[in-house]
């Protein structure tokens, strides 16, 4: 389409997953970038000091901090691409058979495959700096590393039922996926399944979470049905007009970054994440193009987006207890666990701290999350294969 045209919509009858190529690496670049922000700027918070507690900031740590500050922006799109995917994914098989059981499998293979280990590496870390007593016997919630607090960080009820387990508060987004992944299938059999009383049961399911869980995790389950919801667009445009899209998306995030809200989820900050969202959502729908998927510079891209796209769960949820574990010697070996904003050689130990926290949850990765495929075919194979027909055997009788 010439960059002149008329910009037009189509809504498609199925969600578009993994059918053009640009589209498919736009996404997996925003999951890698998005968890590359969060631990870097959790690792910043953490070993370098607030940049309103110093009176005098120099210009290079203003910087890095604004950098490495869009961890907030970075969730939004892990909500938005989560629901792109995930249901989208649910929409175009919803009336197949089993589609409910396969997709409960998918999302507890999912979250388990690698939060289940993470809870126990972080037990492990906990017990090594001597935060966790393994002979304590308080099970209550205020115990972050209590087995009530496992299992609830497991069922999605941390920062509201339980604390977050070991103190990794990257894990409060789970909270809002693991939900999301409860409401989307109620609602979409609400709208869209058979049967008058099944519907009927299936909303008034709906309601009642919308009800009584925390009111922001359903105010942000809109955004998360925004990224299913466009799933189903095409936006047939002209280059001029994505790389606008795409300049507006940058601003919108540079100007709220600046000027919003964006420690917790609240009221404000859900309107500027809004705002955000229809750009980006909209160029991700306009990357319907034929790409030379052989060419040498999308091969590259798409190995680079991949690589970092496959282990950004395990980033996302196992880079604070690491760096907390990094905390905790660094006082003991180095008598410090904070760097100086205003010595250089420092920012060459962020880089590296940085890309060590990278190296292990990719070789985490390599542990657990990389065999959720395989864990989930086995629990398919067991759980809905039909039970073999073996042939009959006579019965011998006397004679």
Known sequence: MSSLSLPTLRCRAQSNLNEHPLQSLALSLLRGVAALAVAAGHLRSEIYPGLRTLADPTFTYQVFAFVTGFAHQAVIVFFLISGWLVGGSLLNRLHQPRALANYAIDRVTRLWSVLLPTLVLILMIGIAIGEADPGQADASPANHYSALSFIGNLLGLQTFLVPNFGGNYALWSLTYETWYYVQFPLLALALFGHGRWRRAACAATFVLLVVTLPGMISTYFILWLLGAAFSRVELYCGNGLRAAMLLLTMT????????????????????????????????????????????????????????????????????????????????????????????????????????????????????????????????????????????????????
């Open 252 to 399: 919108l995030f540079i100007y709220y970054r600046l000027t919003g809200t964006n420690n917790e989820l609240v009221p404000e900050s859900f309107f500027q994440d809004l705002i955000c969202s229809i750009p980006l959502l909209l160029l991700l729908a306009s990357l319907y193009q034929q790409v030379d998927t052989g060419s040498r510079r999308f091969v590259r891209a798409s190995a680079i987006a991949n690589f970092f796209s496959e282990f950004s769960f395990t980033l996302y949820v196992i880079h604070l207890p690491l760096i907390f574990l990094l905390l905790h010697v660094g006082t003991d070996t180095l008598g410090r666990n904070q760097l100086d904003p205003h010595v250089w050689l420092d920012y060459l130990w962020y880089i590296g701290i940085l890309l060590g926290l990278i190296g292990a949850a990719y070789i985490f990765y390599l542990l657990f999350e990389r065999n959720t495929f395989r864990i989930r075919r086995a629990l398919k194979s067991w759980l809905l294969s039909p039970p073999a027909k073996h042939p009959a055997v006579p019965v011998l009788t006397p004679d």
